[in-house]
């Protein structure tokens, strides 16, 4: 934390209504470059039950003329010594000229009130009702009468939780309201995202995160693990019902939220923010991640709604070939071994600057609606929408005897149809490989690039199928909806699938296309393109589920999500098929059980699975393959 001196604000032209929340700051220690360029302005912003909010405002020193505020709500912290000295997205923003706000919302750091994970929608019926969406209207409606030189037009941004909370505001936008940037915001957490895969627990990052944002409001908690490997520290904890009992106690609202809703009943709908977004009046530019590990889905989703409603054609989109936040990263040239052969987030920065600059400085906007960076091939695209259906054909990859995987579907039903294995609680699949150290609090940082990991750490295990095509003879490139159709069967009455789409690059170096692709460690190397995770007791119902019929063959679809990837000639194609992924994904008992959250130790089983791919029985991946 930088250190700040504080002055008075009475020598800022600040109207009277500020004095006495507010006081003014000048940034000490703040990136080289930046000294002194702005006047710092802490003010305690009233809401309109009478909660007051934690809110820094960063006023240029040099340009006095009117300057539209960029803004941004945080549960995370805003006490950074100027705007962008952590990092180096705002530079072109800074250059261009703005007042910059951050605030900590309801509950966080010095902001008062409660803090609420994911707080839902007020009900409008009630007029004493708060949310973020009524939080963001009162600050703005606070920040146009009380911070000087301001020129009446507000763009909101921030990625993730951040992101959510501009959604959030656009459910009720303040007029002055003219631009938001999502980047990476949550959707639903019960179907995807944080909290949840298709009704599967994301238990590791969901412990860290509770513990994280629920134990002290005045700053992120780390939570002390007695040794590194987290994969072991997890498996030695237990069923999930050991979490209250050893270490939270029943005091974390968010854990107790996870045990008393284990299906997606309304607590869930309720805090579902894409389910009530029909339209805006707002310009929205989405940002997604093809490699984000918390919320691939959210900004797609949320771009895909609003999408329906978009007369006024003021929804956009950008994916490209980042991690979560990796469009702020220096150059977002690589990740992890993958290099993308240009500078990436650079170019996306580029588009956020022009993009605020014509909503909020009225500068000119050449701006496709769709703007997508298609991996393997490394160039962007501009698409009308994304995905699009124009041009591509939905082509099913097909799993076959052994491990082979072709677009010839199975020619007939034979009696060993099947690929088996035995799946068991007690010796899960890492999800990454170990040791597996904290998620959010490891300096190494590899929780940020594990879905670019080499998939061969998983190699020869018995309980993780694998099937490959031969050697592509063209490039294949797939646009848009990725689904994987499983028919599959358990001895147990529960089951988790997980589906991987796996690039593998050759081992001739002749194939190589540029000097990475051909380095040592890239031949052979497994990079996941696409992947998720069902539990299989929600086959019919997220709301109702329902055991599983032991030993019956049962199809699955599973959405891999959206994704622009050429697959190259020289490589394969490859697909895995497992049922654990630890500890990313809580171990399902594999019998079935009410509440897998209440779940005692005995209830975990071993149990045999089985993909088919018989004639009438044919698992396959479904490319959007493009035409």
Not at 136 to 147: F, K, M, S
């Amino acid at each position: 934390m930088n250190s700040r001196t504080i002055v008075s604000i009475a020598c800022v032209a600040v109207a009277a209504g500020a004095l006495g929340y507010a006081a003014r700051q000048t940034g000490q220690g703040s990136a080289p470059g930046r000294e002194n360029r702005f006047e710092m302005i802490h003010a305690m912003v009233p809401m309109r039950d009478g909660v007051k909010l934690e809110t820094d405002i960063y006023v240029p020193k040099s340009n006095h003329a009117p300057l539209p505020m960029l803004f941004v709500r945080t549960p995370y912290g805003v006490r950074d010594a100027e705007p962008g000295a952590k990092s180096s997205i705002w530079d072109g923003l800074i250059a261009d000229g703005y007042i910059f706000v951050e605030q900590n919302i309801r509950g966080r750091f010095k902001s008062e009130g409660t803090f609420v994970m994911l707080r839902p929608p007020r009900d409008k019926g009630d007029p004493k009702s708060i949310d973020e969406a009524t939080d963001a209207y009162d600050t703005i409606e606070w920040l146009l009468h009380n911070v000087p030189n301001n020129n009446g037009r507000v763009g909101m941004h921030g990625g993730s939780y951040d992101a959510w909370t501009q959604v959030m505001a656009l459910l009720e936008p303040h007029p002055a309201l003219k631009a938001v940037n999502e980047a990476a915001s949550p959707s639903d957490m019960f179907l995807n995202d944080d909290d949840h895969h298709n009704g599967a627990f994301r238990f590791a990052y969901s412990f860290e995160y509770v513990a994280m944002m629920e134990g002290d409001k005045d700053k992120k908690v780390e939570f002390q693990y007695d040794q590194y490997d987290t994969y072991a520290w997890f498996l030695d904890l237990g069923a999930l019902s050991h979490v209250n009992e050893r270490y939270f106690h029943g005091q974390k609202p968010s854990w107790n939220d996870y045990v008393e809703h284990p299906n997606r009943d309304e607590f869930w709908k309720r805090s579902a923010v894409g389910t009530y977004l029909e339209r805006t009046t707002v310009p929205n530019l989405n940002v997604a991640g093809l490699w984000d590990q918390e919320d691939l889905v959210g900004p797609l989703e949320i771009y895909s709604r609003l999408e329906k409603n978009d007369a006024s054609h003021i929804n956009y989109v950008i994916v490209g070939p980042w991690n979560h936040g990796g469009w702020g990263d220096k150059t977002g040239r690589k990740l992890g071994a993958i290099d993308f052969g240009s500078d990436t987030a650079k170019e996306y920065r580029d588009i956020q600057r022009r993009w605020f600059a014509h909503w909020l400085h009225d500068r000119p906007l050449d701006l496709p609606e769709a703007t997508v960076f298609e991996t393997g091939s490394n160039r962007w695209k501009k698409l009308e929408a994304f995905p699009r259906e124009a041009g591509i054909a939905k082509r099913p990859l097909y799993l076959h005897a052994g491990g082979k995987a072709s677009f010839d579907p199975p020619a007939e039903d034979a009696a060993q149809g099947f690929d088996a294995y035995v799946s068991d609680p007690a010796n899960p699949v890492p999800y990454r490989r170990r040791p597996i150290g904290p998620t959010f609090f490891d300096p190494e940082h590899p929780w940020r690039t594990w879905l670019v990991e080499d998939q061969r750490f998983v190699e020869g295990r018995p309980d993780v199928l694998t099937w490959q095509t031969e050697v592509l003879d063209r490039d294949i490139t797939v646009e848009g909806d990725i689904v994987a159709e499983l028919f599959a069967s358990t001895s147990g009455t529960d089951s988790d699938w997980v589906v991987k789409l796996i690039d593998v690059y050759p081992e001739d170096k002749s194939w190589a296309k540029n000097d990475d692709a051909g380095a040592p460690e890239m031949r052979g190397y497994q990079l996941m393109i696409a992947n998720d995770v069902f539990r299989a007791r929600y086959r019919n119902s997220f709301e109702h589920p329902e055991p599983v019929p032991a030993n019956e063959v049962v199809k699955y679809t599973i959405d891999l999500h959206p994704n622009a990837h050429a697959f190259q000639r020289g490589h394969r194609i490859m697909v895995q098929v497992q049922s654990t992924w630890f500890p990313l994904i809580d171990r399902n008992p594999q019998k079935y059980v009410d509440n897998i959250y209440k779940a005692q130790d005995p209830d975990f089983t071993k149990a045999t699975q089985r993909i088919y791919r018989t004639r009438t029985a044919s698992s396959s991946i479904v490319l959007p393959v493009l035409e």
